[in-house]
């Protein structure tokens, strides 16, 4: 069974950056990709970042250019790098992990971003 542990979250100025990691335990069969996904009060959960075991990213157009996904494959965990944060990123935040057996998600971690 895998589990995803998060940690970075926290609280930070706007304009100011913050990284979130995610580490995988246990064996993920057929990776196909890795991503963050954030939830902010009364609004549906949506995809912030994605990485496919290949490495191709994609990410939502509100976080272009400010936000990095980043994977090492060797130690099964990824990061998202956010930069220029803004009120606006304030959410909770999960990683998720899919494979061919396995979806995955983690605990999700506050990000509150003051003005």
């Known amino acids: 069974q895998v589990q995803l542990v998060e940690s970075g979250g926290g609280l930070v100025q706007a304009g100011g950056s913050l990284r979130l990691s995610c580490a995988a335990s246990?064996?993920?069969?057929?990776?196909?990709?890795m991503g963050w996904y954030r939830q902010a009060p009364g609004k549906q959960r949506e995809l912030v970042a994605s990485?496919?075991?290949?490495?191709?990213?994609d990410y939502a157009d509100s976080v272009k250019g400010r936000f990095t996904i980043s994977r090492d494959g060797a130690k099964n965990t990824w990061s998202l790098q956010m930069n220029s944060v803004k009120p606006e990123d304030t959410a909770i935040y999960y990683c998720?992990?899919?494979?061919?057996?396995?979806?995955?998600w983690g605990q999700g971690t506050q990000v509150t971003v003051s003005s």
């Open positions: 998720n992990v899919r494979g061919v057996l396995d979806n995955a």
């Open positions: 990485i496919t075991s290949g490495g191709r990213a």
């Open positions: 246990g064996s993920i069969f057929r990776l196909i990709v």
